[in-house]
């Protein structure tokens, strides 16, 4: 008889997990820089799609932003992992970072992402130095009770990448931006925001909630380089 | 007035996954006084390494203060005056409880954090209805004409697992609590108490409210005994299809002597 007893409520569903790209399309990621942010975003998506299907709890869904001057959806519908594919960025244009900034923040209201979801992941990819006012945009998105509870990855590619902005977009002192050398370290870590933060936001545990919160998903340290820096940007 | 009691526990599928243990409590006591509920979540951070154990006892501690809050004669003005000490109470005695298991094991400072956990309790007697919550989870009231209720509202603040603590410095100053007096609120039909794994497993606000509704139904349609049967099972089948953690339902129904 207990067989035939409905289960009772409503439509179930797994925890939505919103996963942004921001990435710089300026004119000096021209050549090789963006070439190898293609590779790596590309290279990135089978083992994004794998930690996904580890974690079938989660709903992970990809959005892109590219910036340069001004910045645009890049991929603009939450998509799916599962159907997620990388169209190659092109380089031209300055830097307005802010404007990204800006662009997340709206996605971030609770109306467009319920309590129920599990902390965003934003990547911040870029080589120099933001052509508009970040800090201001920044403070716009802080503003967000879910930009507050993101995951925030900074990384910088080649020697001028500003990581002092980086850092304050990460706003966690105990998690330092990456600084990619050269093609194969990019690679990594892309790879290792595509899965191992990726994990670590999947599956968060309860957190007790501070007047300070720095964030409610602990991140793993990406792990030491043993890469010899040859290639260097 | 009689009180019906359904309830469970299912740990959640992550936890499975990880082997962690689940770290809900529940349980509840029914005198010729008074009936109390009371269900917990352990925090599942890693620093928060036995809430297994603090849920635990936040259930139990609250089960025996809230009971012994029932003794007391009864006035409207009294019940009021004295329910505004048991948040204080509850931590205190919480704190006794986890100071004895400790064994002094981890430092002072760290120690009711190590246990922190979260909780919500409801105390029935003749003439009131006393509720209390610290953290996320969801309670709910259905009336006899069938609307849901949040007797202590929704902690809109509460997003990406991020909860207030019974194992906090602050504590007291989080938990809610309300008293309804049957004279001037008429007794809910039903009172829903539940983790927040089981919210977080439905698409929205809505599924939730169903699925207290539905429990109405389907124990009037059934009874008792084969919607506590079929419960643990639903509960594992929800962590599955929804949120993955480990979810409890514990219920109150009122029912016809």
Known sequence: MTNTIKRPGGAMATRPLHFFWLADCSGSMAGEKIESLNYAIRNAIKPMQDVAAANPNAQVMVRAIRFSTGAEWHIAQATPVEQFVWDDLKACGVTDMGVALTMVAQQLEVAFMPDRCLPPVLVLVSDGQPSDDFNAALETLMRKPWARKSVRIGIGIGYDADMEVLQKFIGNSELKPLLAHNAEELVNYIRWASTVVLQAASAPASQVKHKQSQGVVPIPHFPSASIVIDDVW | ?257
Not at chain 2, 66 to 77: E, H, R
Not at chain 2, 168 to 176: F, G, K, L, P, S
């Open chain 2, 1 to 257: 007035m009689a009180w019906q009691i359904i309830g469970d526990t299912a740990r959640g599928i992550t936890h499975i996954r990880a082997d962690k243990p689940n770290q809900d409590a529940w349980g509840f006591v029914q005198t010729t006084a008074c009936t109390c509920l009371a269900v917990a979540d352990g925090h599942g951070a890693d620093k928060h390494y036995r809430s297994d154990v603090g849920a635990q006892l936040a259930v139990t501690n609250a089960l025996e203060l809230l009971q012994l809050f029932a003794q007391q004669s009864f006035d409207t003005q009294h019940i009021k005056r004295s329910a505004d000490y048991l948040a204080a109470k509850l931590v205190q005695l919480w704190r006794n409880a986890i100071n004895e298991v400790d064994q002094e094991q981890t430092p002072t400072d760290k120690r009711y954090s190590v246990y922190g956990t979260t909780l919500l309790t409801v105390l029935l007697t003749e003439h009131y209805v006393l509720y209390l919550q610290i953290g996320d989870g969801d309670m709910l009231t259905l009336s006899a004409t069938g609307e849901v209720h949040r007797p202590l509202g929704k902690n809109a603040q509460f997003v990406a697992n991020e909860t207030y603590s019974l194992g906090a410095e602050d504590a007291v100053c989080h938990i809610e609590q309300q008293v309804q007096f049957f004279k001037y609120h008429p007794a809910p039909a039903l009172i829903f108490l539940a983790t927040d794994g089981y919210a977080n497993s439905f698409a929205d606000e809505f599924g939730l409210c169903q699925a207290v509704q539905d429990f109405q139904t389907q124990i009037g349609l059934h009874g008792y005994r084969p919607i506590q049967m079929c419960l643990g099972e639903w509960l594992h089948e929800t962590s599955e299809l929804g949120s993955g953690d480990d979810i409890t339902v514990a219920i109150l129904v009122h029912c016809e002597m």
